[in-house]
Structure formats: structure tokens, C-alpha cells
């Protein structure tokens, strides 16, 4: 078990499963290092947190390695008893292969992959030289499945999968007292979608604006809950957590079709999209 306290380190904090991350591990008795672009957003969340607890205010690009870097720095300055890093931030990109270019993957990968292996490699040090820590890494459904038209977003998320998992396992064999899990999200209430960018080969708005009203209409599960979610699988110290009926049910499918699962949860799609056109 991982004993919620002392202090957490969160990307993305201002917006979304790390906002309401945020206010809940305060609520625990955290103290917290808020990094995000947002600083109007960090702002905000400081002022709903109040003055109980220890906030550190931090504007940061994850995909800048050396934002990272300056963060885990000043956010252990900050805060000597820091024991738990969520490396949450990350962004979408809506478009099929062959509309997104290079530079849009990159971008991509730089934010949602390397922005979890810098965080990972900037605080583990200090994680270290702890009794306990946990570090949580957000992947998604997505490092699950991989459905079309996301052809960057489930690459950086598998990726961010497979960096957790051995970097888990290396802990494990060495004996460390640094536990790792990797988050999945389903559909989270959320602006991810809404805030998209597309392929510079998109040319259907109509598309987009169909893309985004079919994602928050299945997004079920609220970023609190989300949060909650995350807490309980950091505290029984869970390899892997999954977030929503929707990941159960994806995760299940693919376990039992791993090369076939698209077709079946295509269909399943589309009657849950006539239904909510209806």
C-alpha cells in the first residue's frame, strides 16, 4: 500500500483529470507542485485549494525537456517530502494518417510520450531516496486499442504503456521502493477533444464537429471520478489502472480478440452513435 501524504508533483493540473486530481489529493493532505501552460488555470486552482495546504505554482511545457527538468527541481525545493509524480499532461490530434504531417506527430509525441519519460527521468532520483513513492503515468484507452483516425495519439499512448510497464518491472527487480502504475482512461468528461488539433489534411469541419459532439456524448465518466479512481489504484500500488465501464469493456474485448477486436466494437459504436442521434 501507498500512503497518500506528504507531497505530489501533477502535469497538467489546470484543466481535467489533473485539476481534479489536484483538489482531491489536497483534500487528503497533500501538498502539491502544479505544473501546466495554463497559469491563469493554476491560478484558479490555488485559490479553490486555499491556504491549508502547501501549493507551488510552476508554468511548464512538457514538451520541453528542459521545462521538466526546472520543474522536479524547484517542485522538490518546494516541497522535501514530495513522494508521488502523475504525469497527466497531454494533448489529441484528430486526423487519419495520411492528414497529419510529421512536425504534428512530433509535437504530438514530444507532449504525450517524452513529456512522461522526462517527468519519469527528472524526479526519479528523488523518489528514490524515499521510504515509499509511486509515480502514475497517464496512458489511455488507447494504449489498448488502437481505433483509426488516431493514428498518433494510440502510438505516443502505447508507448507511454510499454516505457510504464518495463520501467515498473526494473524497479521491481531492483528492489526500489518507487511503485509505478499507468492510468487508462476511457471517455472523461473533458475538453481534450474540443481542444484537438487537426491534420493539416482535415478539410471536413463538419467532421471534427461530429468527432467532438460523439466523444462527449459517450464521455461518461466525470474528471472527479477519475481522480478517485487514480488515488485508489496509487494507494493499493495497481500495475495498471483502468478508468470507466467503457476501458473494462474495451480492455476485456481485446483480450479476447487481439487481432480482431475493431469490427465488433466498430458496430457497438455506431448503435451507440444512432442512439444518441436519435
Known amino acids: 500500500m501507498t500512503t497518500i501524504r506528504g507531497a505530489a508533483a501533477i502535469t497538467g493540473a489546470a ?27 493554476l491560478k484558479a486552482l490555488a485559490a479553490k485549494i486555499g491556504t491549508t495546504r502547501k501549493v507551488s505554482l510552476h508554468r511548464v511545457d512538457v514538451g520541453e525537456a528542459g521545462d521538466i527538468a526546472q520543474f522536479a527541481s524547484e517542485a522538490i525545493a518546494a516541497h522535501p517530502s514530495l513522494g508521488i509524480v502523475v504525469n497527466n499532461a497531454g ?31 527528472a524526479f526519479l532520483p528523488h523518489l528514490k531516496t524515499k521510504a515509499e513513492a509511486h509515480i502514475a503515468n497517464l496512458s489511455s484507452i488507447f494504449g489498448i486499442i488502437a481505433p483509426p483516425g488516431q493514428s498518433a495519439y494510440a502510438a505516443a499512448k502505447f ?16 528492489g526500489s521502493p518507487v511503485k509505478l502504475s499507468v492510468v487508462h482512461p476511457g471517455g472523461i468528461a473533458t ?88
Open 15 to 41: 484543466s481535467g483529470i489533473g485539476r481534479a486530481l489536484a483538489i482531491e489529493l489536497a483534500q487528503r493532505g497533500c501538498d502539491l507542485a502544479l505544473a501546466d501552460r495554463d497559469e491563469g488555470g
Open 91 to 121: 494533448v489529441a490530434l484528430m486526423g487519419t494518417f495520411e492528414e497529419i504531417d510529421q512536425a504534428q506527430m512530433d509535437w504530438l509525441f514530444d507532449i504525450n510520450f517524452w513529456g512522461v519519460v522526462h517527468g519519469t527521468r
Open 159 to 174: 508507448a507511454v504503456r510499454g516505457f510504464s510497464e518495463s520501467v515498473r518491472h526494473e524497479l521491481s527487480v531492483a
Open 191 to 278: 475538453a481534450i477533444a474540443r481542444n484537438a488539433r487537426t491534420g493539416v489534411g482535415v478539410t471536413d469541419n463538419a467532421r471534427r464537429a461530429q468527432s467532438i459532439e460523439r466523444f462527449e456524448n459517450a464521455a461518461k465518466t466525470s474528471p472527479k471520478d477519475a481522480a478517485l479512481r487514480i488515488i485508489r489504484g496509487i494507494e493499493r500500488n495497481e500495475p495498471r489502472i483502468l478508468i470507466g465501464n467503457d476501458a473494462r469493456f474495451m480492455d476485456l474485448l481485446q483480450r479476447f480478440r487481439p487481432g480482431t477486436y475493431w469490427a465488433p466494437l466498430q458496430r457497438r459504436l455506431e448503435k451507440m452513435a444512432k442512439g444518441i442521434e436519435k
